[in-house]
């Protein structure tokens, strides 16, 4: 995925309240490393058998090969596979592949369509992919182009009880699971603890993360909504999400001037264009990190008055800063009040 990341933007905080109480840490394991074109971050409370060195090794062999599959940055990924496939017959795909897409095509159709992982041709044509900058705005006539080559409905995923494939209706489509790949990296990470009987563990991939049960304090995990800036990393809100999956979705950081006016990353299917309201930030509270990366990315297309809208018709926890003549205004549903700490 982009090299070209959002930077973290949700990030741990080391908790200071409780000072006063007597140091009672348990050991905690913690490793880092780089992954789909951004970092990631794991922290197990107690023991992991084979210790750091395993934790490391395998969290990495894990994402290392998530991201073969998915990458549309590696031409020889699964994904890029089947987006060189240039016919509409179908191409056989793992049970993961299949997962992710079925899943991103179902947050696709809840947000009607705003979320599109066939978005891909639009996203390369306005300098976001894998290819190069434009040099110049493309032209309504390159739009119409790229935009006659997306749309969910067009994408199918058959799954039997041995194999899977994919097809799509026009042979020259573009599937790109970016906006998806680190929420899904999160949830695989977070099954493979769960599987080795780890159930103290904060997993962060960029802006998504999963985490369950207490920190090293026996505190609940606590995580940081960043203030929108350019510059330094200052908190907007602290959230307790008790279990379940958060991800970040930010206009803020991932962008470029071209003209002088500034082009963000996520594209509105409906238009073909970067979006331009000003919705800077989303934060979705879900069971799966793969569905909290997904509508926050949705909601960033919807912009704030939509989002909102959207997010207390679905009952979703959302959190949303938007840009104001002067500074920022947060706003967030009722289903997310549960979680705010300050
Ligand atoms: P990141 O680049 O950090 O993953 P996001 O999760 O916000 O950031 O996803 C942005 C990426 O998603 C873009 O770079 C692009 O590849 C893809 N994208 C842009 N617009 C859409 C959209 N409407 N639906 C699905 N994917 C999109
Ligand atoms: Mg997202």
């Known amino acids: 995925m982009s090299l070209n990341k959002r930077a973290i933007i949700i990030f741990a905080l080391t908790l200071l309240w409780g000072c006063d109480k007597p140091p009672t840490e348990r050991p905690m394991l913690e490793i880092h490393g780089r992954t789909m074109g951004t970092f990631y971050g794991v922290k197990v409370v107690g023991d992991f058998p084979g210790g750091e060195q395993a934790l490391q090794s395998q969290v990495d062999g894990l994402l290392k090969h998530y991201n073969d599959e998915i990458s549309?940055?590696?031409p020889n990924s699964s994904l890029s596979k089947f987006n060189q496939f240039n016919s509409t017959q179908p191409f056989p795909i793992s049970q993961d592949m299949a997962d992710i897409v079925i899943s991103s095509?179902?947050?696709g159709e809840r947000t009607h369509g705003v979320l599109d992982v066939t978005v891909g041709p639009?996203?390369?044509l306005w300098g976001f992919g894998p290819d190069k900058r434009p040099i110049k705005t493309p032209t309504d006539a390159q739009i119409a182009a790229a935009r006659v080559k997306v749309g969910i409905k067009r994408l199918h995923v058959d799954v039997s009880s041995d194999h899977a494939t994919m097809r799509k209706d026009q042979p020259d489509m573009y599937v790109d699971l970016s906006t998806v790949g680190e929420g899904f990296g999160a949830d695989k990470v977070a099954d493979f603890l769960e599987s080795r009987g780890v159930h103290n563990y904060l997993v962060e991939i960029a802006g998504a993360s999963r985490s369950r049960g207490l920190n090293a304090k026996g505190e609940p995990w606590r995580l940081a909504i960043?203030?929108?800036t350019d510059e330094i990393e200052e908190v907007q809100?602290?959230?307790q999400p008790d279990g379940r999956a958060i991800s970040t979705s930010g206009s803020y950081r991932n962008y470029y001037e071209l003209d002088g006016k500034r082009y963000s990353h996520i594209i509105?299917?409906?238009t073909g264009k970067p979006i331009t309201?000003?919705?800077v930030s989303a934060t979705v509270i879900t069971p799966t990190a793969l569905e909290a990366d997904?509508?926050?990315t949705a909601l960033m297309v919807m912009g704030p008055e939509k989002a909102l809208a959207f997010a207390k018709e679905q009952h979703l926890a959302v959190y949303l800063i938007s840009k104001t003549d002067q500074g920022f205004k947060a706003e967030y549903t009722d289903a997310f009040k549960p979680y705010l700490v300050k």
Do not use: E, M, S
């Open 277 to 279: 309201h000003k919705l």
């Open 72 to 74: 549309t940055y590696d």
């Open 226 to 228: 960043q203030k929108p």
């Open 122 to 124: 639009l996203v390369n």
């Open 294 to 296: 997904g509508l926050d």
């Open 105 to 107: 095509v179902r947050v």
């Open 237 to 239: 809100a602290i959230v």
């Open 268 to 270: 509105d299917p409906v």
